[in-house]
């Protein structure tokens, strides 16, 4: 049914449109009383041989849902209770921001891919911070960050603990996203001499400002799919090194493989391009970043995840946490509750009697 839904009518409507016409629908199913608890006991994920633990908190489910769809904090406990284990916010920068000029959101229907150049509009980490506030549901929340644009490379990491300070105590854990291909010279803060100070900086923040229940916050990094081997290992190492409590691999992507389907004009489009294109160099830096790092830190998968099978291959190949986005938008907005039965029947035919045991 919706994918008829999405090609007579969906496809048909600009894709930030579509978006906006979303947040809209669930910002307004979240503000009834007790609509957002009744999704839940229908749709959430119900076996609790899913369930994972990590940063201390009890995940219904290993399926979360990635940064980008709900950037101010307006719809998780909506999202939450469509399946999602876990809902990250952002990214959210220091100052508020319009992002860059439309259109900036291209759907490549034919590779179930979508490219992006929003360029992180946002409306400030104050707004968001004043609406983690006021959290009561059950969605686990998680921040992602990012550079104020106007904020020059030099003071990135001024902007960054500004964030922290507003953001740390409302989050159940935050991530520093600096993989971005979206915002100019961001992605130059992978490199471990700018990464170090900035991380560092971050950690001090936080803890500076507990979070919820005055637990400390797990921290994050996220990094892009583009980075060579070596700048993996590097980042690893320096995760490992800062006692950092893991890493998200991957953002999206600037690379454009040659088999891609979608019309030419489309493909050039600039920006990050997310979905199935993703999947295989998503998964690499995963197994790279497990073997590397021999479990010390915990793996968040994200990219070309579209079916249960995806899930469990990344559980398999040493993630924790598995995020999609991308994967939702073609498959809509029960797509989370399938991925969850798939994941189950998947994990009772193994030999594994839960995903702690499966992950390799």
Do not use: C
Request: aromatic share 4%.
């Amino acid at each position: 049914m919706y994918r008829l839904l999405f090609s007579l009518v969906i496809a048909r409507v600009p894709a930030e449109t579509a978006h906006h016409l979303t947040m809209r629908a669930l910002r307004a199913l979240q503000a009834v009383p007790g609509v957002a608890a009744l999704l839940r006991r229908r749709l959430g994920p119900r076996d609790p041989a899913l369930a994972v633990r990590a940063f201390g908190l009890d995940f219904p489910s290993p399926l979360g849902l990635a940064a980008g769809f709900d950037k101010d904090a307006v719809a998780y406990e909506a999202l939450g209770a469509f399946g999602f284990g876990h809902v990250e916010i952002g990214t959210v920068t220091g100052r508020p921001q319009p992002g860059n000029p439309r259109p900036r959101l291209f759907r490549l229907v034919p590779d179930r891919a979508v490219i992006n150049r929003m360029g992180f509009n946002n409306e400030g980490s104050e707004a968001a911070a004043l609406r983690l506030r006021s959290r009561t549901g059950r969605t686990i929340v998680g921040v992602n960050i990012g550079k104020t644009k106007v904020v020059p490379e030099a003071e990135a990491a001024a902007d960054y603990v500004a964030s922290t300070e507003r953001l740390a105590p409302h989050a159940d854990y935050l991530v520093v996203n600096v993989s971005s291909p979206n915002t100019p010279g961001l992605r130059n803060l992978q490199a471990v001499e700018h990464l170090r100070p900035l991380l560092t900086a971050v950690r001090a923040a936080a803890d500076r400002a507990p979070g919820p229940g005055g637990r400390r916050v797990p921290l994050l990094v996220k990094i892009a799919p583009d980075l060579a081997d070596a700048d993996i290992d590097a980042v690893a190492d320096l995760a490992v090194e800062l006692g950092l409590d893991g890493v998200i691999a991957t953002n999206t992507t600037i690379a454009r493989d040659a088999t891609l389907l979608s019309p030419p004009a489309l493909v050039k489009e600039t920006g990050g391009l997310s979905g199935a294109p993703l999947k295989d160099r998503s998964l690499d830096v995963l197994r790279r970043l497990r073997s590397r790092t021999g479990g010390r830190i915990t793996l968040i998968s994200v990219g070309g995840v579209e079916t249960a099978d995806d899930v469990w291959e990344r559980v398999r190949a040493g993630a924790t946490l598995v995020q999609a986005y991308t994967g939702m938008l073609y498959g809509g907005p029960l797509w989370a509750h399938r991925v969850n039965r798939g994941l189950s029947r998947r994990l009772r035919e193994s030999a594994f009697a839960d995903l702690d045991e499966a992950r390799g």
